[in-house]
């Protein structure tokens, strides 16, 4: 079992920045790959970036540039750093463990969630 636990979520002003936080269960965190989603209201969850255990990172279209995941194998922690903050970044962010270590897009592959923290940004 891995308990995932996000947190630094909150109201931010456009053009701003924020660093969300997961920290994770498990002797073998290091050899996850973590994924970062996100729900807006009335959407689906979206595919936000992921990092792979050797730290190689992917984003979607939307975060490129403006995003960056990191992680901690030491701390248990993966990390996304949000900058150039927009109005439809607001949703609540999920971060998610793929045991197999693949970080792919596609929910169904990661098989552990966090409980979300919320992110809004104001114009």
């Known amino acids: 079992q891995v308990q995932l636990v996000e947190s630094g979520g909150s109201l931010a002003q456009a053009g701003g920045s924020l660093r969300l936080s997961c920290a994770a269960s498990?002797?073998?965190?290091?050899?996850?790959?973590m994924g970062w989603f996100r729900q807006a209201p009335g959407k689906e969850r979206e595919f936000v970036g992921a990092?792979?255990?050797?730290?190689?990172?992917y984003y979607a279209d939307s975060v490129k540039g403006r995003f960056t995941i990191s992680r901690d194998n030491a701390k248990n922690t993966v990390y996304l750093q949000m900058n150039s903050l927009k109005p439809e970044d607001t949703a609540v962010y999920y971060c998610?463990?793929?045991?197999?270590?693949?970080?792919?897009?596609?929910?169904?592959?990661?098989?552990?969630w966090g409980q979300g923290t919320q992110v809004t940004v104001s114009s």
């Open positions: 998610a463990a793929d045991l197999l270590g693949i970080a792919t897009m596609l929910r169904g592959s990661y098989h552990y």
């Open positions: 498990g002797r073998t965190f290091s050899s996850y790959a």
């Open positions: 990092i792979r255990s050797g730290g190689n990172t």
